[in-house]
């Protein structure tokens, strides 16, 4: 997971806060949520040195041959001749939309003016895969005339240890005034021991709709004005909202 740390002013344009606990999820809030490994072989120190490099993290299968994850864990442009694994299975893709294209390159990834201004433009990936999926999320995207309208967020990601998909209730939800992110706090469990990086962060609408707000970023330390008052924000999770997503460039067979 990147880690961006923010000081500068921010301000809010609305707070949503979720109290309560998490006993009964909506149905089908995990479905096609998958593990997913970048493994490459690096050079090492020395010409005859190898060294197996692997980025895990989390993704979310939107249709039967659509993934959604972060760019920030493709160290290289996304290669379809370098098929990823997705809970176990090597799988052939071809790119969709990449929100760091041509950023990788130019070494825009250790400039940290790129991660302050703007988080690295949009940090999304949306795959289109060969093989189909048979277990697949069924989610409507937030569009940003709607986000008022949310009930209950849940980060729904995968664990470390066991690979297996939890859900963790979001208690706050802010959105920044120039709506490029949303700023989540999770409890102090979801620190560590869990592949949250493009872990997806799913509401409701009164209905029941389940809803994809955004997917999971980064996190870091910031200063908001809210109501005209400033507070400094430890440990906040960074959420790419939907409507930040081109979803319009996906094509189903």
């Keep these: 997971m990147r880690r961006f740390v923010c ?30 490994k970048n493994a490459r072989v690096r050079e090492g120190a020395h010409p005859d040195q190898l060294i197996l490099w692997i980025k895990t993290l989390t993704g979310v299968v939107i249709g039967e041959h659509t993934i959604l994850t972060v760019a920030h864990t493709f160290e290289d442009e996304p290669d379809p001749d370098h098929p990823i694994t997705i809970d176990g299975r090597a799988l052939e893709y071809t790119i969709i939309a990449d929100g760091w294209g041509g950023l990788r390159a130019e070494g825009a990834l250790e400039d ?36 008022d309208e949310l009930r209950n967020l849940y980060l729904v990601t995968r664990r470390k240890d066991t690979g297996e998909v939890d859900v963790i209730l979001a208690k706050g939800v802010m959105f920044v005034e120039n709506l490029r992110y949303i700023i989540v706090d999770l409890p102090r469990r979801a620190r560590e021991g869990f592949y949250l990086s493009g872990s997806p962060l799913i509401g409701t609408y009164e209905d029941g709709t389940l809803v994809l707000v955004g997917i999971l970023k980064g996190s870091g330390d910031l ?7 400033s507070r400094d924000l430890v440990d906040q999770f960074y959420i790419l909202p939907a409507y930040r997503i081109p979803f319009d460039l996906i094509a189903e067979p």
């Design 7 to 36: 000081w500068s002013l921010v301000f809010v344009s609305g707070v949503l806060l979720q109290i309560g606990c998490l006993h009964s999820p909506p149905a089908g809030l995990t479905r096609g949520v998958v593990e997913i």
């Design 223 to 229: 200063s908001v004005k809210v109501d005209g008052k």
């Design 112 to 147: 940290k003016l790129a991660y302050y201004e703007d988080d690295i433009q949009e940090d999304y990936v949306l795959l289109k895969t060969t093989e189909a999926f048979t277990d697949f999320a069924c989610l409507v995207p937030l569009k940003f005339e709607r986000r």
